[in-house]
Nanobody, 122 residues
Framework: QVQLVESGGGLVQAGGSLRLSCAAS????????LGWFRQAPGKEREFVAR????????DYADSVKGRFTISRDNAKNTVYLQMNSLKPDDTAVYYC???????????????WGQGTQVTVSS
């Protein structure tokens, strides 16, 4: 199994920044891509960002491009999401995911963390 533990969520004013971390452990974790999803109240869970094993390739949802940066430290089995210029619309529970895959515009993950709340006030 893969275990994922998120941290770094909290309350921030619009325009501020937060850095989310996700520590991953478990079997074959190094073979997985890692990423982030989020779910806002009343909405479906949506893809946010993904990073390849090498860290060379990244993908972002249009809504966060230019504001969020995903990175990973394989030595620490940790993936990060640096969130800048936060907007109230970014308010959601953010979930770390492993084995993040896509087909066309559809994204999904194989394993999920418990989520961390990000609240952006106006």
């Amino acid at each position: 199994q893969v275990q994922l533990v998120e941290s770094g969520g909290g309350l921030v004013q619009a325009g501020g920044s937060l850095r989310l971390s996700c520590a991953a452990s478990g079997r074959t974790i190094r073979t997985y891509t890692l990423g982030w999803f989020r779910q806002a109240p009343g909405k479906e869970r949506e893809f946010v960002a993904r990073i390849s094993w090498s860290g060379v390739n990244t993908d972002y949802a249009d809504s966060v491009k230019g504001r969020f940066t995903i990175s990973r430290d394989n030595a620490k089995n940790t993936v990060y999401l640096q969130m800048n210029s936060l907007k109230p619309d970014d308010t959601a529970v953010y979930y770390c995911a492993s084995d993040v895959r896509s087909a066309g515009s559809n994204w999904w993950g194989g394993y999920w963390g418990q989520g961390t709340q990000v609240t952006v006030s106006s």
